[in-house]
């Protein structure tokens, strides 16, 4: 089936820990973003890139790293796991819409992770 | 810098009430507006958008949205609710010239048989 496909679905780590939230898409779409889902706030942008070997800061951007290698694949890198950093997370990719007005997205079923 | 506000953070009802949720943005240019809902344990899910033309926008299970420009909203309507439909609710808004989707913190809605 097409669409954003985040591996694992839950995930529970002990601070300190590293590990490594896996998303890909097979739509071809250049544009792919991370965000994390928190109780109140919403959901914010954590990374993203806007192609291969290009990416960029979000909203919170501290603790994670990315790496964009080939269109299909976006993975986030928790380095040393925090219990700040327990959320939902959640992949997107999109592209860009006829005549230039935006993007239209789609969203991966999300990981949820809990560090203790 | 663009930002969503979404006002209200909790709303209950009884079934067959009448559904508003405020959505209001903050951004000069042309933007795409979005909604979308969270069921309890499941990912996001697009109940309707914004891009031009009509201002009142008909979503799926019967809910609809009005862009009004001049006061930078995109509410999000539904004249009767039903149990089903306690979720939580994001509103978000995209402009034409960057990538970027800018969420409201949610309102979680919860609906009382």
């Known amino acids: 089936n097409a669409g954003v496909t985040q591996t694992p679905k839950f995930q529970v780590l002990k601070t300190g820990q590293s590990m490594t939230l896996q998303c890909a898409q097979d739509?071809?779409?250049?544009?792919m973003s991370w965000y994390r889902q928190d109780p109140g706030m919403g959901l914010r942008l954590i990374h993203y890139?806007?192609?291969?070997?290009?990416?960029d800061q979000g909203e919170v951007p501290n603790g994670y790293n990315v790496s964009r290698s080939t269109t299909e694949d976006f993975p986030l890198r928790l380095l040393s796991a925090a219990p700040s950093q327990t959320s939902v997370y959640f992949c997107?990719?999109?592209?860009?819409?006829?005549?230039?007005?935006?993007?239209?997205?789609?969203f991966g079923s999300g990981t949820r992770l809990t560090v203790v | 810098a663009q930002s969503v506000s979404q006002h209200n953070h909790h709303v209950i009802l009884s079934e067959a009430a009448s559904l508003e949720l405020g959505c209001n943005y903050s951004?000069?240019?042309?933007?795409?507006l979005f909604w979308y809902v969270q069921y309890p344990g499941q990912h996001l899910q697009l109940l309707l958008k914004?891009?031009?033309?009509?201002?009142l926008v008909k979503g799926i299970k019967g809910f609809e949205a009005e862009f009004i420009k001049s006061k930078f909203s995109f509410n999000l309507r539904k004249p009767s609710v039903q149990w089903s439909d306690t979720a939580e609710y994001f509103c978000?808004?995209?402009?034409?010239?960057?990538?970027?989707?800018?969420f409201g913190t949610g309102t979680r809605l919860q609906v009382f048989p």
């Open positions: 997107a990719s999109s592209y860009p819409m006829a005549g230039g007005r935006g993007y239209g997205y789609t």
């Open positions: 978000a808004v995209n402009s034409y010239n960057t990538d970027k989707l800018i």
């Open positions: 739509m071809n779409h250049e544009y």
């Open positions: 951004y000069g240019g042309t933007v795409n």
């Open positions: 914004y891009f031009s033309g009509d201002p």
């Open positions: 890139s806007v192609g291969a070997g290009i990416t």
